[in-house]
């Protein structure tokens, strides 16, 4: 049955509504908060770090992001872990919150489609995500010129804009799941937990589990080589259904131009090459990319979920 | 004469195997109160849900401004307005500030908006806190706000679902003062409430669900006539006389009801005291007393659901 409408009107008024909303929740600042003051460590510690090894290190500015001393880890994976929990703030009680505050079906009465909600609240959150994505990254890149005293040259600039992108989609995966278990449970703080559930399993215990899954699934047979490698590679397809494990080997990809390869190298590969020459940014996009479009089809996947359980939905709750 | 506003034949709803709304038909004209009674659980909300397409009927079809709810909802929606029962707003946010948003959401042009909010808020009485948090508002400011915003977006039809339930009698008023002026103002309202008295104050006709079913549909009085047995009831006190056995001369009489010893309740189609009087004198019997009340919906209510009981 055809209707009548477009199921676009009113997103806008909704997703600034959302935007405006969390921009000024105390939660968005608690969060925010703590990401900077990791984030401002993380590239402190980074700075100390490059001081002290190398001088005359290559693409120092892009080291800001990577190198890490001990204990701390470095901003790349500090980010894989914390951003997450702001995407999760963000959309853990999106719609059964609303649920909750009788709102629901008062806003459905008004002259929209029930798409227009959804996409609405999606985009909002979005939309603050990637103001708190761009000003973390300018704020790294001025401590990085205040600091080390240089300033990052084009590739690096390039490949930082790649980088900032899929951060974005990152946080779009974890928005998206959210934005689902809001739509799957009741209450908010059943999604909060599910959705915090998953963000463990995926940033900490998934590293942990894909080797025992992988020794199960492909056995090594000492007599045969190419056993070793079938369980590597299932190791690596397991621990890349995460989309913390994609996004590292984002950053590794793109903050390190001397890394060639996510994936097993053999010798004969490596034939001719100059090791530890970096390659061209567009090379380095070329390899990742595949991370990337799978980051962009997690986040359309879990969106696509929270959407059809949307529609089903009795306003009547 | 021209079509109804909302016309709905057969409405049915299923979920799973139990039916909630069951062949429902309701005819609403241009400028009529409509009242849906019913017990909790009866289906009201239900017929409500499907009548402005917020729900899906499993059968029958709706009509309402003679658009199809669910092939144009948007044009439907953008005249038809709804309260649900125990409204929310944005507690974070003021009055003025939740009413811009379905403002916007009703595509209201922004030079205007300001002026019809405060015009809606100046006539719920809420325009001195409009700049205030909801979360500060009482229920019945928040009842009064929900009407502010069908009034801001300028409708033809409203659907009131339990407008009046948990308000205090004062508030209950003021909110019925209100819906009296927006159907003054020719809008037409369906009200939905378990609340009798209510209803029988401004609805211009009322439809008795019970179990799905609309039971009866017609004006408040001719409920009373038909359900109550007659409009009026007299409670008669009197001694060393059989009222049940010698009323049957008195045409107006419907039924006698012997509560005690010597107390007895008539129903009448009109008031019959004179003629209880003379009768009771007549056959030799002590009047002691002779109270006459019309039978208020309440009563003509409980006796419709006690006889579906049966």
């Known amino acids: 049955m055809k209707r009548k409408g477009s199921p676009l009107t009113g997103v806008t008024s909704i997703a600034l509504k959302e935007a405006a909303d969390h921009m000024t929740s105390a939660r968005m600042h608690l969060i925010m908060l703590l990401v900077l003051l990791t984030a401002i460590g993380a590239v402190y510690a980074a700075i100390g770090q490059i001081k002290t090894t190398t001088a005359q290190?290559?693409?120092?500015?892009?080291?800001?992001?990577?190198?890490?001393?001990?204990?701390?880890?470095?901003?790349?994976?500090?980010?894989?872990?914390?951003?997450?929990?702001?995407?999760?703030?963000?959309?853990?009680?999106?719609v059964n919150g609303e649920f909750g505050r009788r709102t629901m079906s008062r806003i459905l009465a008004q002259p929209i489609y029930r798409d227009a909600v959804l996409i609405g609240k999606f985009l909002g959150g979005l939309m603050v995500l990637a103001v708190a994505l761009v000003t973390l990254w300018l704020l790294m890149v001025g401590l990085g010129i205040l600091f080390l005293g240089l300033p990052p040259s084009g590739a690096d600039v390039a490949r930082g804009l790649v980088y900032l992108a899929a951060t974005l989609f990152y946080t779009g995966v974890w928005l998206a799941l959210a934005l689902a278990f809001s739509t799957i449970t009741r209450s908010p703080a059943t999604s909060a937990l599910a959705s915090l559930s998953v963000w463990l399993i995926f940033t900490i215990f998934w590293q942990m589990i894909t080797p025992l899954l992988a020794s199960v699934i492909s056995p090594i047979n000492p007599y045969d080589p190419m056993t070793m490698l079938a369980q590597f590679n299932t190791q690596q397809g397991l621990a890349r259904i995460s989309p913390a494990i994609l996004y590292g080997e984002i950053a590794t990809m793109l903050l390190d131009p001397t890394s060639r390869s996510v994936g097993p190298i053999f010798m004969s590969q490596l034939q001719g090459a100059l090791i530890g020459s970096p390659l061209p940014t567009m090379q380095s996009i070329k390899i990742i990319w595949p991370q990337i479009a799978g980051l962009i089809a997690g986040m359309l996947f879990m969106f696509t979920l929270a959407y059809v359980s949307f529609q089903r939905q009795e306003v009547r709750s | 004469m021209?079509?109804?506003?909302?016309?709905?034949?057969?409405?049915?709803?299923?979920?799973?195997?139990?039916?909630?709304?069951?062949?429902?038909?309701?005819?609403?004209?241009?400028?009529?109160?409509?009242?849906?009674?019913?017990?909790?659980?009866?289906?009201?909300?239900?017929?409500?849900?499907?009548?402005?397409?917020?729900?899906?009927?499993?059968?029958?079809?709706?009509?309402v401004l003679d658009l199809d709810p669910l092939r144009d909802p948007l044009a439907v929606k953008a005249q038809v307005g709804y309260l649900p029962d125990a409204v929310g707003f944005y507690d974070g946010m003021t009055g003025l500030e939740n009413l811009r948003?379905?403002?916007?959401?009703?595509?209201?042009?922004?030079?205007?908006?300001?002026?019809?909010?405060?015009?809606?808020?100046?006539?719920?009485?809420?325009?001195?806190v409009a700049g205030n948090r909801v979360g500060t508002y009482s229920r019945g400011m928040r009842q009064r706000l929900g009407l502010a915003e069908l009034a801001m977006r300028q409708i033809r039809v409203a659907v009131l679902d339990e407008p009046t339930s948990g308000l205090d009698p004062r508030s209950t008023d003021e909110l019925l003062d209100l819906i009296r002026a927006f159907a003054a103002d020719g809008m037409t309202l369906l009200i939905s409430s378990h609340m009798l008295d209510v209803v029988q104050s401004i609805c211009t006709r009322v439809a008795l669900f019970n179990q799905g079913k609309i039971g009866f549909m017609g004006s408040v009085e001719k409920f009373t006539n038909d359900v109550a047995g007659g409009s009026f009831q007299i409670d008669v006190a009197a001694r060393k006389i059989d009222l049940s056995a010698c009323t049957d001369v008195i045409s107006a009489v419907g039924a006698v009801e012997h509560l005690d010893e010597e107390h007895w309740k008539v129903s009448a189609t009109h008031d019959v005291r004179p003629e209880l009087a003379r009768l009771i004198t007549g056959h030799g019997g002590d009047l002691l007393s002779l109270q006459a009340h019309r039978a208020s919906l309440s009563e003509a209510y409980n006796r419709f659901f006690s006889q579906i009981e049966q």
């Open chain 2, 101 to 128: 948003y379905t403002a916007r959401l009703g595509g209201i042009h922004p030079d205007e908006m300001d002026d019809r909010i405060m015009a809606a808020l100046r006539q719920v009485h809420l325009d001195h």
């Open chain 2, 2 to 63: 021209s079509r109804p506003v909302i016309e709905a034949v057969g409405l049915t709803k299923r979920y799973g195997k139990s039916t909630v709304v069951d062949g429902v038909n309701i005819a609403v004209d241009e400028g009529e109160i409509v009242g849906l009674l019913g017990p909790n659980g009866a289906g009201k909300t239900t017929t409500i849900l499907m009548i402005i397409g917020l729900t899906e009927p499993s059968a029958g079809s709706v009509r």
């Open chain 1, 57 to 94: 290190d290559d693409y120092l500015f892009l080291k800001l992001f990577t190198v890490a001393q001990q204990p701390l880890p470095s901003f790349s994976s500090f980010m894989g872990f914390l951003l997450p929990l702001l995407a999760i703030a963000l959309g853990f009680d999106a």
